[in-house]
């Protein structure tokens, strides 16, 4: 168990469904991110949430849509998501944006676009 | 354009050998830089650290080496163990951007 935890792990859906992605985390930290990974690809960074500031990625379409009700739960919802949308989904928090504790992670969502 | 580089996607080395896992970056803003190590269906956890006003930093088996002028550094691992199988992301964090910066990632197979 790392403290961050998110849901599911697995998920599969249509080109037309909407879903949700939940992260979660127990560490007192203030800051989330929404992290892609695709194959032979950096770790790709989404949205940042820190004291509930909102940092996108300018290149993340709209189709994906976080949401941070409050410094310990993050969202991505999703729709009308492509195949090559498919990829891991890693939530990290860490204790402050500007902190030098590194991330922790969340073992992340496998998500497949059909 | 990748700030953070790991031009090795792959390596393999022998079980009780030394492993070096390299990473280049570009952006000389970068004031900090992380190792983390990502098992199978797991998500990455993190390694080891370093400063840029550091040259070394060592935790056990583990060695950070950064090298300011050739915007480089290199991780050694040594002995190497099977359980150190791994995909090693090298992270690099601008004071300013306040964000980590991650590379591709090299896979390191340790053979018994």
């Known amino acids: 168990e790392t403290g961050v935890t998110q849901t599911p792990r697995h998920l599969v859906m249509g080109m037309t469904n909407k879903k949700s992605l939940k992260c979660e985390q127990h560490?007192?930290?203030?800051?989330m991110y929404w992290y892609k990974q695709s194959a032979k690809k950096p770790l790709e960074l989404m949205f940042v949430?820190?004291?509930?500031?909102?940092?996108e990625n300018n290149s993340v379409p709209s189709r994906f849509s976080p949401e941070c009700p409050n410094s310990s739960h993050l969202f991505l919802h999703l729709h009308t998501l492509q195949p090559e949308d498919s990829a891991l989904y890693l939530c990290?928090?860490?204790?402050?944006?500007?902190?030098?504790?590194?991330?922790?992670f969340g073992s992340g969502t496998r998500l497949t676009v059909v | 354009d990748q700030q953070v580089k790991q031009n090795s996607p792959s390596l393999s080395v022998q079980e009780g050998r030394i492993s070096i896992l390299n990473c280049d970056y570009t952006?000389?803003?970068?004031?900090?830089f992380l190792w983390y190590k990502k098992y199978p269906a797991e998500g990455p956890t993190f390694l080891i650290s370093i400063s840029s006003i550091k040259d070394k930093n060592e935790d056990g088996r583990f060695t950070v080496f950064l090298n300011k002028s050739a915007k480089h550094l290199s991780l050694h691992i040594v002995p190497s163990q099977p359980g150190d199988s791994a995909v090693y992301f090298c992270a690099a964090r601008s004071g300013s951007a306040r964000q980590l910066t991650f590379g591709s990632g090299t896979q390191l197979t340790v053979l018994p």
């Open positions: 990290a928090s860490s204790p402050s944006r500007q902190g030098v504790n590194g991330y922790t």
């Open positions: 952006n000389s803003m970068f004031d900090y």
């Open positions: 560490l007192g930290h203030n800051a």
């Open positions: 949430y820190s004291l509930e500031e909102r940092v």
